[in-house]
């Protein structure tokens, strides 16, 4: 098993969410699964400019199978939610970025699959993107996605820091969905930006607090942990994704070392 631990807060994992969990309950899973929007048409890269989509399954993730039955996916989906509720501390908090999606001629949303009985939808965050991928034409371009805030229960009493930040967003329930500007070859395919990863563990972590990725990706929620000194564990199921991870995160602590 490949393991990236480059100091005692930070713990990446090579491997299945299924096969790899924390050892101890976390105070914030911040996740974005696969959104199950694969195609069979040929893939179609590049940029899209604001306004512009791109129907040729620009949000698939390469080399993952991204083109579940409907309904094997959203129960996936829902046990992977209710292994989450196990996971979190009593006061801990679930921020589960997903989105409407349109498909065979019907709007689906995530509240389809949400384990109301284990789980309390706590506050709902609107990511405006600004642009769209996977749109069929006659449906408006689903320009949004959301940032679900789950907790155990609704008396519970959640961690959430008010501060205002100089440089990240604000306690309003919009906010921008940067997304990542690397032009290289190898860039993700579905990343989120840096500052709005920090501003979830900003928020939602206590300081010193652990959070928890299964979804790891490029390693944008670990980055952020670091840059906001909370600890971290998360695992990728991809290699490519877990050596681009380490490659960030090098790169990050050299600059901010210099």
């Not at 971290?232 to 790169?251: A, D, P």
Request: proline fraction near 6%; hydrophobic fraction near 30%; glycine fraction near 6%.
């Amino acid at each position: 098993m490949n393991i990236f631990k480059p100091n005692s807060k930070i713990c990446l994992y090579l491997g299945s969410r299924n096969d790899i969990l924390p050892d101890e309950r976390v105070d914030l899973v911040l996740t974005s699964p696969p959104y199950n929007i694969g195609s069979k048409a040929p893939r179609k890269d590049g940029f899209r400019s604001q306004g512009k989509y791109d129907p040729k399954s620009f949000g698939a993730i390469r080399g993952y199978k991204d083109d579940l039955p409907e309904e094997v996916y959203q129960q996936q989906q829902k046990d992977f939610l209710i292994k989450c509720s196990e996971l979190i501390k009593d006061d801990g908090v679930i921020a589960y970025n997903h989105k409407n999606r349109h498909k065979n001629g019907r709007l689906i949303s995530p509240y389809a699959w949400f384990p109301y009985d284990k789980l309390v939808l706590h506050d709902e965050i609107v990511l405006d993107r600004k642009s769209s991928h996977n749109n069929e034409k006659s449906f408006m371009q689903p320009t949004t996605e959301r940032l679900y805030i789950f907790k155990k229960n609704q008396k519970t009493k959640i961690y959430f820091n008010k501060k205002k930040t100089a440089t990240f967003f604000s306690t309003r329930d919009v906010w921008p969905f940067l997304i990542i500007q690397d032009k290289s070859k190898d860039r993700h395919c579905a990343p989120y930006g840096l500052n709005f990863a920090r501003e979830v563990v900003f928020r939602y972590c206590p300081p010193d607090g652990l959070v928890y990725d299964p979804y790891s990706g490029s390693g944008t929620s670990m980055l952020a942990c670091y840059m906001e000194e909370r600890r971290f564990i998360g695992t990728e199921l991809m290699e490519k994704w877990f050596n681009k991870s380490i490659e960030r995160f090098n790169i990050l602590v050299k600059a901010k070392n210099e």
